[in-house]
């Protein structure tokens, strides 16, 4: 019954909770990342690392190191304003409606997952 | 002793025989031997011994040792140690024979080095002499061709005198010194002959080009550069993604109400939000449907099979409104599920109910496919397929449970016990009216086949359960062989029973004889039955009103009722089956927004908006306070039931 009784009213179903390590995660993340390649109207996908290099992109390179160099920068100027303002709140995700197309940021504590999507296809 | 020769030499000659006397004759020739050999008859001196002639043929070694003759042989010696004497085994054997002293001494020794250097000293001055004296003659040589010239001559012969005599003095002053100094000359007169050619100077001669331009090329490669970090965030963008994709329809999930109500009279649609499927549902039906009682976006979806040909695995995947696309779990089985549940405090947890009888607890907090807790045959699983399974209240241990009902006719009460499913009949179904006389006038009862129960709200312990043969009956828990009441509700089987969430005495049933009955509890007869013209797959009441239920017919058709606007007829009866021919199997409304889920025999479920006709709350007349809650629905629903029962009661 200890196992039932672990946090009885919480499902963590949304936290960052207990994940299964190795390659089952490994594998999960892989496929979550085709999954939105592959959706209708993304046109490219990347993952940079804390220092603004990219670690893994559907792009190519001089489009990925422009856009992993800029909205680094971007996404840590948004979150000190985040935090200057209340230091208790973080960012969650950032999200960039242009004319053309959407890019959506989503910050991780070491990596930054960078979406470029055009909604209106 | 020359005297004494002769006359041995003539005993000898005699004793020895001819040999000796020819070396004698021989030696003695020269000395005139013919005399002597004359006279060689044998003298015998009178002393000597008289021997016979064995005694003189004895033969006598002598042995000649190194041994000392003089030496004592027994020499005893007194040992204090002991105090006795003792004899001394080993004696000097020595002799000598002569000693004399000489005068030889060492030359390394003091006295032979003194005697070495006043040798020397001895030496020197005769050399010197002798150099004197050969200088002399020089000097005297010269002076006789010197001594007619002059007079200076003498005084040159003094100073040349004096000057032999000084060196003389010098040399014996040297002399003295230079025996001592002398060197030790090579006596083999050995002198080293060697030859080296020219060594030519060394030298470096290198030459170096330019060396090539370089660049550095680096990249840092982390040993954490691990991609399952970005798991999170990625979820996050999915979803964002799949907002941006149907961003219309999250649009009208949130904000649209359809303005065109207000002119239709009374009726009401439903909007098509999201649709979910998946590719690995796509030849199953959808057999269950269940919102989850926490998170009001989550709901499960359970895969199977009604058809008892085309048996398959099954499936139970869990999606979210926020990502359409993609289930948030997958949980795949060998056999196809029938029903689920989701616990009310447990969240995670998902009971489910197997075509082969089985039953197994699914833990979202581990999602593996593999269930947390399964029944078997030895745990005393269903004979035939689970029909539905329901969430107890936790018992007195606190331990789960749960209960099953199935075509074989019982109803089982499952309880996790530490970690196994432990099973208790509750009930087992007596079809009535149909025993038989056995043998012996045994009584056979054939078993009835349960196909829907549903558990009251507030009376823990009373339950409803329908059948095959279309009865309904009323059971309670602590009552396991009779029943508290029957309902002959329908001619087929009793597809699916609801108690009203509001009204303690309203019930509803549904059955494939295209029939939809509304029933208070106490009385025999429905209060409403409505015939939907097509078997009627699933019913379901609105959590928000007491008056409007939902019910799905295998036309692809959703058909909601809502009793307090129209009695006799559907306020809104539209196709919602994504093909034509899709059958709809079950529909269930969301616990808070204004939506249902309605899932087909296609793998597909559909997300209605219901329109806002269709959730009406009564007008609020002006100045009066418009009351909400429970309280409300169940006066509005009583009303209704008066009415009707007026009705009935007259007739």
């Given amino acids: 019954m200890t196992e039932w009784t672990n946090e009885p009213g919480l499902c963590p179903l949304r936290s960052s909770g207990p994940r299964p390590a190795g390659l089952g995660a490994q594998a999960e993340v892989e496929e979550t990342l085709k999954r939105i390649q592959s959706h209708k109207g993304v046109i490219g996908t990347m993952v940079v ?46 999200r960039i409606r242009s004319k053309k197309h959407e890019i959506m940021v989503a910050p991780d504590k070491e990596y930054l997952l960078i979406v470029i999507q055009n909604p209106c296809e | 002793m020359p005297q004494k020769q002769p006359p041995r030499r003539q005993s000898i000659s005699v004793g020895r025989g001819a040999r000796k006397r020819d070396e004698d004759s021989g030696t003695d020739v020269g000395e005139g031997a013919d005399e002597w050999a004359q006279s060689k008859a044998t003298v015998r001196p009178p002393d000597q011994l008289e021997l016979t002639d064995a005694e003189l043929k004895e033969e006598f070694t002598r042995i000649l040792t190194a041994n000392n003759p003089h030496a004592p042989q027994n020499i005893v010696r007194y040992s204090f140690k002991e105090g006795t004497y003792k004899l001394i085994g080993v004696v000097n054997q020595l002799a000598v024979h002569f000693s004399q002293v000489g005068n030889l001494i060492p030359k390394d020794s003091d006295e032979g080095r003194r005697q070495h250097y006043r040798d020397e000293l001895v030496a020197g001055s005769q050399e010197s002499a002798k150099v004197v004296i050969s200088e002399t003659e020089i000097l ?49 007169n050995f002198s080293e002959r060697a030859s080296q050619t020219l060594n030519n100077p060394l030298r470096d001669r290198e030459c170096q080009m330019e060396p090539p331009p370089r660049t550095n ?167 035939d397929p689970v029909w539905q399974v329901r969430w107890q209240k936790d018992d007195m241990d606190n331990n789960l449970n749960f209960f099953s009902v199935s075509s074989d006719g019982r109803i089982v009460s ?42 009251h709200k507030e009376i823990d312990y009373l339950f409803l359960v329908g059948t095959e043969e279309g009865k309904i009956y009323k059971c309670s828990k602590s009552y396991s062989s009779k029943f ?121 479920v559909i997300c209605l908006k219901l329109s806002p006709n269709l959730r009406k709350m009564p007008k609020e007349k002006k100045g009066q306070e418009v009351q909400k809650g429970p309280a409300v629905e169940i006066a509005k629903l009583d009303k209704l039931l008066n009415l009707v029962r007026e009705v009935k009661t007259k007739t």
């Fill in chain 1, 49 to 94: 690392n804390a220092e603004g290099i990219p670690i893994r992109t559907t792009l190519d390179n001089s489009t990925t190191v422009q856009y992993a160099g800029l909205l680094h920068q971007l996404t840590v100027k948004a979150r000190s304003t985040v935090r200057d303002i209340d230091p208790q709140n973080d960012l969650t995700f950032l």
């Fill in chain 2, 484 to 604: 508290l009441d029957t309902y002959d509700a329908h001619n087929m089987a009793v597809d699916a029973v609801s108690w009203n969430p509001y009204h303690t005495k309203v019930f509803m049933s549904c059955s494939s004889d295209w029939t939809v009955k509304i029933w208070d509890h106490t009385i025999k007869t429905p209060m409403f039955i409505y015939d939907l013209n097509s078997a009627v797959g699933d019913v379901a009441w609105a959590p928000y009103s007491s008056t409007v239920f939902a019910a799905v017919t295998t036309n692809g058709k959703t058909h909601v009722f809502d009793l307090s606007i129209n009695k006799y007829e559907a306020i809104c009866n539209q196709p919602v089956a994504a093909k034509k021919k899709n059958k709809i199997t079950h529909v269930q409304f969301n616990p808070i927004h204004p939506i249902i889920i309605v899932g087909d025999d296609r793998g597909h």
């Fill in chain 2, 140 to 188: 005297e040589e010269e002076e006789p061709k010197e001594a007619e010239a002059e007079p200076e001559a003498a005084s040159q012969t003094d100073v040349l005198a004096a000057e032999a005599a000084a060196k003389v003095t010098e040399e014996e002053l040297l002399t003295p010194k230079q025996p001592k100094e002398r060197k030790l000359t090579n006596q083999f």
């Fill in chain 2, 217 to 383: 090329f680096s990249a840092t490669a982390n040993q954490s550069d691990d991609i399952t970090k970005v798991t999170q965030a990625a979820k996050i963008v999915e979803r964002m993604v799949n907002q941006n994709t149907y961003d219309d329809v999250a649009q009208d999930f949130k904000y649209y109400e359809d303005a065109a109500d207000e002119y239709r009279d009374q009726e009401g649609t439903l909007l098509p939000l999201w649709k979910f499927q998946n590719d690995k549902a796509k030849r199953l039906a959808v057999t269950a449907l269940c919102w989850n009682p926490k998170y009001n976006d989550l709901f499960a979806v359970g895969h199977g099979s009604y058809d008892f040909m085309k048996q398959g695995r099954g499936l139970l995947l869990l999606y979210s409104m926020k990502n359409p696309s993609f289930p948030e779990f997958i949980f795949s089985s060998e056999s196809g599920i029938m029903c689920l549940d989701m616990h009310v405090d447990h969240p995670y947890l998902v009971v489910v109910g197997h075509y082969d009888g089985n039953v197994a607890i699914y833990n979202l907090k581990k999602p593996h496919s593999q269930p947390s807790f399964r029944s078997s045959a030895k745990s005393g699983k269903h004979m």
């Fill in chain 2, 414 to 455: 499952w309880t996790l016990l530490k970690s196994e499913l432990v099973h208790t009949d509750v009930i087992k179904l007596k079809a009535e009216g149909t025993a038989t006389d056995g043998p012996a006038g045994l009584q056979l009862h054939t078993v009835g086949c349960g196909t829907a129960f549903d558990f």
